[in-house]
């Protein structure tokens, strides 16, 4: 029988694999990167009210909070629209490669945001980002697009998760996550209006059964259930070991993308180079961060 403590991180695994899976569903549905965004958060949105209602959490915030919920649900839609175009424009693989050069990105922006001092292994670990980032262009110029989308959405995310990090101190991930699908189904809706093509006309809403399909488990098991999930699982297991495990993320979608897809996610041996510096070095950055944790504490007792 398994113990309590490794259920939990049996459990975390399969979250990261459901977030790896993210990837595979936005190759598989048709529609376009901004009218699926939209689809998943209104989705999200209606199955989130359901969950708070039925926990009696109640939604009632400030003005300032609002405000700062629509902030972030604006960097969230667009790290999901980028995220997705990157793999219309290229494949999953670049798209997850990409992805994984977030932590460059937080390296600078939650000294700015947090306003504490820069750690120089960030810096040295980010430029080493860069040269995987480098391998990859070279190699894979062809995804140019995707390449330059994969990197954006990186920086969306990355600022995306500081942001919320300061929000979560005040809040709860419920409440935050509710109201941030709200701003992003909104802002999303503005864009769309203004697009032109297609934009909520019939054939708009008239959906195959594959690509509602694709899009219910997308909201529901990779935005819904993995969110609560995610919140759950952090009471049990370190913040330490759940970043890092979320780290995993692009080795499970890549694995699952050369699966499913075959040769057209076969990418040149530099490619998988520069994915796997980029990779190797978000998990240096954790096992350091882990271990100046460890010393801090022990110096204090």
């Not at 700062?68 to 980028?82: D, K, N």
């Not at 262009?137 to 300061?166: C, D, M, P, T």
């Not at 530099?270 to 882990?290: D, E």
Request: proline fraction near 1%.
């Amino acid at each position: 029988m398994l113990s309590g403590k490794l259920k939990h991180l049996i459990h975390l695994h399969i979250l990261v694999f459901i977030a790896g899976f993210t990837a595979i569903l936005g190759k598989l549905i048709s529609l376009e990167s901004i009218a699926l965004v939209w689809f998943r958060m209104l989705f999200a949105l209606v199955l989130m009210y359901l969950y708070l209602k039925f926990r009696a959490i109640h939604l009632k915030v400030t003005l300032k909070s609002l405000i700062e919920f629509c902030f972030g649900g604006i960097i969230i839609a667009l790290h999901w629209v980028t995220f997705f175009e990157s793999i219309n424009q290229s494949n999953v693989s670049i798209a997850l490669a990409m992805f994984s050069s977030g932590a460059f990105f937080a390296s600078i922006i939650e000294p700015l945001i947090l306003k504490r001092q820069l750690i120089w292994y960030e810096i040295i670990f980010g430029i080493i980002v860069v040269i995987g980032v480098s391998l990859i262009f070279q190699s894979e110029y062809r995804f140019i697009n995707g390449i330059l989308l994969g990197i954006l959405s990186a920086f969306f995310s990355s600022l995306f998760a500081v942001f919320n990090g300061k929000l979560i101190k005040t809040h709860k991930a419920s409440v935050i996550s509710f109201y941030e699908f709200v701003f992003g189904v909104i802002f999303l809706s503005v864009l769309l209006f203004f697009n032109t093509y297609n934009s909520f006309s019939f054939a708009f809403f008239d959906l195959n059964k594959t690509d509602l399909f694709y899009l219910f488990i997308l909201a529901s098991v990779c935005t819904a259930y993995a969110f609560i999930a995610a919140t759950h699982v952090m009471k049990y297991v370190s913040p330490y070991t759940v970043v890092l495990t979320y780290n995993l993320e692009p080795i499970y979608g890549i694995l699952m993308a050369l699966y499913l897809f075959g040769d057209n996610e076969k990418m040149s041996i530099p490619f998988y180079v520069g994915a796997l510096i980029i990779i190797a070095t978000v998990l240096a950055n954790g096992f350091l961060k882990s271990y100046e944790a460890k010393k801090r504490k022990h110096s204090v007792k």
